[in-house]
């Protein structure tokens, strides 16, 4: 099982970015799907998660501006960010909590944000 993240990038406070998150190998099942992020110095913290049927959850710090949305046929969650600061720059991670050969949380290997001022 693999986790591959894409659209990370260099943005301007006040632009947007999509992150998206696809699941890929041998998977029967998936359960909750987060991002995570972790700036420099700072302890990795919860952004946000989605349950398979669509519960969801946010950082105070995010919610409001940050929208986790997935496709359960294409195994992909996906993090639409909105109005970002220079405080969610970031290395953000997506994992997910997966029926493999068991249940398991995955991690992916983490897309770089940095949000300029």
């Known amino acids: 099982v693999q986790l591959q993240a894409s659209g990370g990038g260099l943005v301007q406070a006040g632009g947007s970015l999509r992150l998206s998150c696809r699941a890929s190998g041998s998977i029967n099942s998936i359960d909750r799907m987060s991002w995570y992020r972790q700036a420099p110095g700072k302890q990795r913290e919860l952004v946000a998660g989605i349950t398979s049927i669509g519960f969801t959850n946010y950082a105070d710090s995010v919610r409001g501006r940050f929208t986790i949305s997935r496709d359960n046929a294409m195994n992909t969650v996906y993090l639409q960010m909105n109005n970002l600061k220079p405080d969610d720059t970031a290395v953000y991670y997506c994992?997910?909590?997966?029926?493999?050969?068991?249940?398991?949380?995955?991690w992916g290997p983490g897309t770089q944000v940095t949000v300029s001022s």
């Open positions: 994992t997910a909590y997966l029926d493999g050969k068991s249940w398991f949380t995955y």
